[in-house]
């Protein structure tokens, strides 16, 4: 028998897999602010505002954060080495630079950089990353327990394909969550068990309502396996404290779950009441070592100070999984040969960055800190303004990126987005984005709203901090008057 | 019910299909020399060689491959884009590269190379890339169908999740095969359904072979959803006649089959009588379109004159899949946000080069040009040294980067593997890397004797020819030396 091509390949002949998640961060908003701007540049002054302002995608430099000077010489030498021999170098380079430079060039495969590594990361790299994450724990860390990655989604894509065997095999997941996970479950044929983030208690992480979530996913026939923890949260914003992260630890070591710990907003707090800790740390100082409890760290370059999105740097660190695993995660690993080059010189580079007495250390250390400086003042400016609008309700953006305010929502607002088929939080994004050009993702992207929890009914958007300060300065006006004018449309007359 | 610790993840309870696949170009062997090259370190002299000649792995510029000086400015320059702004750049960087550097720039969101771009890759990269594959074939290609990739791996992978959905689900695959394809198959949950190339054929693919297995495959039970097609191959050197391609266009469109063509090695290419076409063009030149056939081409910057397989770039050229499943396969591309940068640069400037009349020009084709004179001259002399060994013979290396001589091994050799539990393949490289440092990945690796076929029995070795003129010189006299006395110690004495 012959096959015709129309039975080939139809959206109705994929994997079932690919079809059943969504992603809404790159979905329905982000399309419809394409459509947007390409009928602007089309007919320019077609809509009320001059630009889109991308706060739907957590991408600083896209919305102009600099990057780190000292990390794109070195990156720029590294490309191109025969600059190391050229003495018109140093008029363009510093020589922080070239020194780091020279560094990385003389341990890669072949004195080049553009082999093949190991798939795990070019060693001495990764003796940096465990050398800065000695340094800001206070514990040691081995070269040997770093994979370097492109970026941490890779990483987390990863660590499910090893965890999951089968939809009878759960990970919890915070809800909100960063779909990225939910994502990663469903294709690799595992089962999410969500738990509930307390909006009351500034998004913090209630144990008791874990276990009840870990419980009833026992009950109901699950094995689960691992419990995600994001710190600082995406899309909350907060920072746990380490009351609460002492708590998950002696939880998951009790439950004899591996701890997946997305870290990869460590960079980006701004709240004087709160610091970072890993959970690693966590738990060696409650005297827990590897035998006694699993975590795998994520971190990577695109976030914190450096921003690199694009750049698909980051490691994870993973503690407590024997060596056999280990020899197991290294041959998947191997199968996609090694993570870019570049991506592991930043995270290299984040990770031990210039010290105290390398010539470019203060410039280092006065990008840094303006970078945090001037998001610790958007952060605290965008919360502020969202608190101030009628029906609106934020918690302090503590760490990470985002604002993920609570809205409200008059019931005609409810009623007008049922009848044209969408969700009330994505009705009022759509809203907002053809009044105002401003880019958010509704809180249903984070599966905010998916049955079977206390949360259900209650709507959000999530909102980047990124935007530059002048621009932030003219996007709250236009949120106010739209926010107005959309409440004086649908409000409550009763 | 508490777990404990030992429960939460051990190679027993991790997911059973990272377990059965191997993966042997990073395995046995690669491990071995890299003991090999510690104990070396430790104790200088110990070995009756000076260091490990890597001809296991395809990583040319860690065996001296000098990267393509253009490519590197580009790539400098994107990366620290305050170069373009400073007079003394132009002492540094060719005028060529600081323009091409400037106008990729001025294409990128916040005019920056570190945010997260497009999950296609940047738009203006994708048209360098269709303009470049409309170059190559003849035919037209759009920016829609081009996705930018973490080097062509994780675009197979990715293949490989659409097109899966269970393991009734098969895919055609050439033995020997690169075994990424039955890694990534496997860890997909599906089912390979091999075929074997013909070595007495020039390594050719016979159509009533790849038929015999399909109808196999299809009375078993299996729907087979897609033919790979390794051209040229990988790692049997072979480039594919036309009327070849012809033949197996033909029989993919009858039979309903998606054709994933690997194409990595299409700048690979070294002997008169055979030239690269692309499945698309020859698809194209017989009358079909995207309503006739779909067809996914793979390609990199690993191999060719490029070499840059450290980088990770590579794109697919996806055609004939329908606008829905291309919607499904970006929001899967989504979830790891986009390919790195510097790899979305790198294949744009590969697939548009400098051209006649650029100022670069000259000296870019000339670099282009070594390259492939020099691996044509060591492809040469490879296969005939291996010709040349009693007991050995080896057909022409084409193209691609790799010779595969068979080893007609006497029956005391293999005894003696099968008393040291190793297969006879195995076992010769072994030997090979222990007396002369020469690793070579056995044919097994590439499951040449998988059962169930004709070739069952028969031992290769793969080697390749990316070591400079110089260092095989000095090993062929050694890798003739070590045949000379492995066969004095179990030739047949009948």
């Known amino acids: 028998m012959s096959y015709n091509k129309t039975a080939s390949i139809t959206a109705e002949t994929i994997n079932p897999k690919v079809k059943i998640f969504d992603y809404e961060p790159c979905g329905e908003i982000a399309r419809h602010a394409e459509r947007l701007e390409q009928e602007m540049e089309k007919s320019p002054g077609s809509r009320p505002f001059p630009e889109i302002t991308y706060c739907n995608l957590g991408n600083p430099q896209a919305l102009g954060q600099r990057p780190i000077t000292f990390f794109r010489e070195v990156l720029s030498l590294c490309d191109n080495p025969a600059l190391l021999r050229r003495d018109e170098t140093r008029m363009l380079f510093s020589p922080c630079a070239i020194n780091r430079a020279r560094k990385i060039i003389e341990s890669m495969p072949g004195r080049n950089s553009g082999a093949y590594t190991n798939s795990q990361g070019i ?22 327990d770093i ?19 089968s939809q009878e095999d759960g990970v919890l997941c915070p809800l909100p969550e960063y779909p990225l996970y939910s994502a990663s479950i469903i294709l690799h044929g595992g089962t999410m068990v969500p738990y509930n983030l307390s909006e009351d208690g500034d998004w913090g992480l209630e144990i008791f309502e874990v276990k009840r979530c870990l419980e009833e996913a026992r009950i109901a026939g699950l094995t689960v396996r691992a419990m995600v923890i994001i710190n600082p949260g995406n899309p909350t914003g907060q920072v746990l404290s380490v009351t609460n992260q002492e708590e998950i630890v ?93 991506g592991q010189i930043l995270t290299s580079l984040a990770m031990d960055p210039p010290k105290l007495g390398d010539g470019c250390f203060e410039n280092f250390m006065a990008e840094k800190e303006d970078i945090r400086l001037s998001l610790a003042k958007r952060a605290k400016t965008l919360a502020g303004a969202f608190s101030s609008l009628e029906g609106m309700t934020c918690n302090r953006v503590e760490g990470a990126i985002y604002a993920f305010p609570r809205i409200h929502l008059p019931a005609a607002a409810i009623k007008a987005a049922k009848a044209e088929g969408m969700s009330p939080d994505l009705f009022y994004a759509c809203r ?18 998916s049955g079977r929890n206390k949360a259900t009914g209650t709507w959000h958007i999530r909102c980047t901090i990124l935007p530059g300060e002048d621009k932030i300065k003219v996007m709250i006006p236009r949120l106010k008057e739209f926010h107005e004018s959309f409440m004086n449309e649908f409000r409550d007359r009763s």
Chains 1, 2 share one sequence.
């Not at 907002?432 to 709203?449: E, N």
């Open 123 to 144: 060693r001495s790299l990764r003796e940096a990353v465990a050398s800065g994450i000695a340094a800001r724990d206070g514990f040691p860390s081995r070269p040997e």
């Open 147 to 165: 994979f370097l990655t492109d970026g941490a989604s890779s990483a987390i894509n990863l660590s499910m394909q090893i965890l999951i065997r």
């Open 250 to 342: 002696e939880f998951c070591r009790k439950e004899g779950l591996v701890m997946l710990a997305d870290e990869v907003y460590q960079d980006n707090v701004y709240v004087e009441d709160r610091k970072f800790h890993s959970f690693k740390k966590v738990a060696r100082s409650l005297g827990y070592d590897e035998n006694d409890i699993s975590i795998v760290s994520f971190h990577s370059v695109s976030m914190g100070f450096s921003g690199e999105c694009g750049r698909r740097g980051g490691y994870m660190e993973i503690c407590g999984f024997g060596d056999d695993v280990m020899g197991e995660i290294r041959k998947v690993a191997s199968v996609t040969l090694c993570p870019n080059i570049g």
């Open 432 to 449: 907002l984005l053809d009044a105002t050009g401003i880019a958010v993702v509704p809180g249903s992207g984070f599966h905010q709203v």
